[in-house]
């Protein structure tokens, strides 16, 4: 069973183009990174401009998996980035997949 990672954080409407910049310009550090941990299967770094929240979703074979992105370097880097750009994170989630459709 596969595991989604999520990392949600909300912003002020007015942080909103600081807040997607920084978002846009983590990609550089963060992608090879994120590329070569074990049992990767997706990454995504999306923002709701409407709700004005950020998100990291990722999918990973397993738990321990998921997992190395507690203490990724380059991630921990990042995050700090982005709650001076305004950020204010809720709990990094692991959840383990119930079900599930794949078109």
Excluded: K
């Amino acid at each position: 069973m596969t595991v989604v990672r999520t990392a949600i954080g909300r912003f002020a409407p007015e942080q909103h183009d600081a807040v997607a910049r920084e978002l846009a310009d983590s990609e550089v550090s963060l992608r090879e990174a994120i590329q070569g941990l074990d049992g990767l299967i997706h990454f995504y770094a999306a923002v709701d401009s409407e709700r004005s929240y950020v998100a990291n979703v990722s999918v990973w074979t397993t738990s321990e998996a998921a997992h190395q992105m507690d203490s990724l370097q380059a991630m921990l880097e990042r995050r700090p980035l982005l709650e001076q750009a305004g950020v204010h994170f809720e709990a990094t989630t692991n959840h383990e997949t119930v079900w599930e459709i794949v078109p």
